[in-house]
């Protein structure tokens, strides 16, 4: 039977939430606060989750230390201290809710896990309001 | 593939633990200190989770702040503060178990979500003891 | 220099605000939802801190087991899983507020405390709502 | 003796810290990645003390409910979803440090509670930063 | 549809990682501090998920109190203040990672639950680290 | 008026509490499970306060990432994944205790931090059992 392996890191950043399709006042009708013009920002919890078997020689589904450094590289320098909107390519046209900001993540670190091991994503934007990717 | 989006929210309330088919030994026995004649309470903390597919056009499963006003109107309004036996239909004649608790707060939300949205409930009765429904 | 020692506790009440001195509507109007007739309840979580010089022999301002079954014994016995206006002599006629329930509290273990030990309260009803004494 | 009741709340906001008499070099090599240009941002738990004696009619320090609404006028209000530096007259030219914050809200807060009341800020900018105003 | 019970508990080890089999270099390579030899250790906290229906008599999946006893018994009264290598037969030859401590208390557990429940095991070595077993 | 800043941080450690002076009885009644000669351990969560006033020109009571590489070469790369009774010089001799712990950290630190700047120590052995020093 399988085991999930979870890693917890966190990066803090500004982002606002917007469709440039839109007018203004739909984007405000829509986003409400969240639409301010000048961004606001969160500390980002993230919970990398890998399924996988357990290595019999190790004792470990993946070694930590490679998910924390693979997180940092990928994820935290990316993204910690910045403006979601202004600063990264990801959300330069793509809007910066936690739902897209938790594929993002998935799409950046997949690659670099082994196939056979499972990956998902949990993203607290607030304590109150958390997504998860992918579901089931 | 789905994403799921939680938003958390809490209430307080009484209750007691009893079954009106038993005896008061049996009743006794079967919930213990629960089952004290004059209520005792908690600091119910509530997860909704919902599971959908990203709007492409907001980036949201759900809009968060329907979902929050939502849960106000059918969960907090109705038994925050409140004691579940005495005051509310729903645990008139249910036994108010975390797990009682769980469904009929699935019960309450399900009808007003939209029918292509998935819902799950996680009830914290204290924080060494909750629930979750439904699974898998 | 003085050390703090802190032990956290914790136990589930029900209660109601409600001061019988005044008219219903007063009561209404300063309590609000705390004071509907038919009790609400909380999670309450207690720290307990004892303040004192470390005993070279054992490195313990107090031993922590020892402090444990105290609050077992004067709080938890006393309080959880009841009703404070009904069950316990304490709240008969006292309101109880976190105000007032942290100085009950106080009273009931300072007796069984060396009087070279200082002895403080943190109370939390909820996460959000907390008192402390005393103060200074 | 005197009784400290504790409300807390939250706010999200962007901010960058940034000394305009300074070049850009002192204040990259001071304020590091907190000095970026597009901004980041957190959110903020605030925990507001009050300190005074138990009202013996009430049971009560201060209604929590007018101190709850004081914050999110005073304080909720004004900074969520906000840019420090760019929306905010307190910031404009004032570095938006957690110290600087608490000592702000402070300054907000203190002219709305009775004079006899004791008034306390403490600040969470992370789960591993945070300061807290006045001291002693 | 099912119901999903929680129950937290924990545990305070020493433990260190080693695989006997490989030279002193590439333990110290592959388990870093981890390998240190004389021990580090950890505060585990343990979440026992327990899978079924309600019971309509009790409105309980299985009664917690019940739950509660059989952690303490097989796991807590096991592994608490202890040396998972040198004082506990189950992790004499087996390295005691987080994930094989999981597969440990799931299969300590399993025999004392009735066959129609389904069981999950959490555990936390850090907040940042943690294990769930099994997936899916 | 000051200002305390506040840093997080943490290690892992193994210990075992023993007065060499004293009988193995005495030992083990005094000290309980934490007697046990193979050592358990913890996960220990560390905040250091500092209190100043803060430099107007960076709106600083102290450079929290001074602190922060501070507390890592004098606390956690002292302390984490060793243990206290055989890895370290400052427990050789000295019950290693919560409280007694927490004195040697603020030994470790005191010289390190300019004179005008207080320093106080909170350390959580367990979250129910934490000690602060000094006090007042």
Redesign the interface.
Known sequence: ??????????F????R?H?P??SDDRNQE?????N?P??????YDLIVQV?GD?DP?????M???VLKDLIKEQVEDRF????LN??TDEFKT???????I??VIWNLLRPHLPKHLELKIRLYE???????????
């Open positions: 039977m399988k085991v999930a392996v979870f890693r917890k890191a966190h803090n950043a500004a982002h939430l469709n399709a839109w829509t986003f409400g606060k969240c301010l000048h961004y606001h920002g969160h500390n399924i357990i020689e190790t004792g470990y589904v070694d930590m230390k910690d201290h910045k403006n202004l600063d793509l809007n910066p809710t936690a739902e897209n938790a594929v607030t304590e109150r309001n958390f997504v998860e990717y992918p579901v089931g």
